[in-house]
């Protein structure tokens, strides 16, 4: 598979060249057209002089004569009875030297600004795949001491249960089970961002949804699921997409009473996806997951607002 530094190589190669043959096709015009013009010039120069100074010497593309192969020379004026004519090759020898030192210069050029090219490129990913670098040995480190800190908290909370009041340490209990459960998906999520690359297809969102509800079917048999959706295809990654809606849709089971609204509304190139729920009473999570949610969608041109008041809703907006 060819890297990313060598398609725009390739890239920005095909563009020099394409720019730099109109270029040349141009310049050898108007340097024809000059030429042909200084010699058309000279020649009448030369038939001034010669009403003068018959016997003056001719440079050696130029010659007088009565008759003339038409193949070899083109007719630039008259002298009496003769005809001043020009040496073809010679004009065609100009043209071909002047074409030979653009092309040459232009090919130094081209390699200059590749090499310049490929070194920034080159510059630009390593800094890039550095800080990738960093970054995941930062998010391994706190991932790390998190899930050391949360297998102290449950062993603390258990040791608690033995000793105290039940109810309150089940509200303990429940608010560590639910950050527990948001730092797992989360961190599972940021593992398939890094461990793959993008792959686009066509996608239907309406498929995605149902899918996802699908997944869920056991945490909503004690809720009342509203669902007006239509087909809207957008091209995305599936795994990104299943990420999205995954994390939405469980932050909306998860923290509803009794009720979830998931509402489409379409038109040519947007879709707007409205998921709403009531709010019970339970301890927020992190929001890690609808972070990310955020910034996967937002790689496609989408877009996520969320308000909460009496009821939670979600908006998402989506673009073909």
């Given amino acids: 598979m060819i890297s990313f530094e060598k398609k725009i190589l390739i890239i920005f190669s095909i563009v ?12 050898i015009i108007f340097f024809k057209k000059n030429l042909e013009y200084q010699l058309y010039k000279e020649a009448h120069l030369y038939k001034a002089i010669l009403t003068e100074k018959p ?20 007719i630039v004026t008259f002298l009496g009875g003769n005809y001043i004519l020009l040496d073809k090759n010679y004009k065609i020898e100009k043209i071909k030297t002047f074409g030979l030192n653009l092309l040459v210069w232009e ?15 080159i510059r630009h990913i390593q800094e890039k795949e550095e800080n ?10 706190i991932t790390h001491k998190l899930g050391n800190f949360l297998s102290s908290q449950k062993l603390n909370i258990e040791l608690i249960k033995s000793k105290c009041n039940i109810k309150p340490v089940e509200r303990l209990e429940k608010a560590y089970q ?6 797992k998906s989360s961190l599972q999520i940021l593992k398939k961002i890094s461990e793959r690359k993008r792959s686009l297809r066509i996608i239907n969102i309406k498929d995605v949804i149902l899918n996802t509800l699908d997944l869920f079917s056991d945490h909503l048999l004690d809720r009342k699921v509203i669902l007006h959706l239509k087909d809207f295809y957008i091209k995305i990654d599936p795994v990104d997409a299943e990420n999205i809606f995954h994390t939405i849709i469980e932050n909306s089971i998860k923290y509803s009473k009794s009720k979830i609204h998931i509402r489409m509304c379409t038109d040519r190139k947007i879709c707007y996806l409205f998921i709403k729920n009531d709010i019970q009473e339970i301890q927020k999570g992190s929001g890690v997951g609808l972070k990310i949610s955020e910034f996967l969608l937002s790689r496609y041109g989408g877009e996520i607002k969320t308000k909460a008041k009496k009821e939670f809703l979600t908006v998402i907006k989506l673009k073909r």
């Avoid at 020099?16 to 310049?27: E, R």
């Avoid at 050029?109 to 090499?115: D, G, P, Y």
């Avoid at 990738?132 to 480190?141: Q, S």
């Avoid at 639910?178 to 730092?183: M, V």
């Fill in 178 to 183: 639910l950050i527990e459960t948001d730092f």
């Fill in 55 to 74: 016997f003056l010497k001719l440079p050696r593309y130029f010659t007088i004569d009565s008759s003339f192969d038409p193949e070899r020379y083109e």
């Fill in 132 to 141: 990738r670098k960093l970054l995941e040995i930062f998010l391994l480190t």
């Fill in 16 to 27: 020099l060249t394409i720019g730099f043959s109109v270029i040349n096709g141009i310049s």
């Fill in 107 to 121: 090919a130094v050029l081209t390699v200059t600004l590749l090499f310049v090219m490929y070194i920034t490129i």
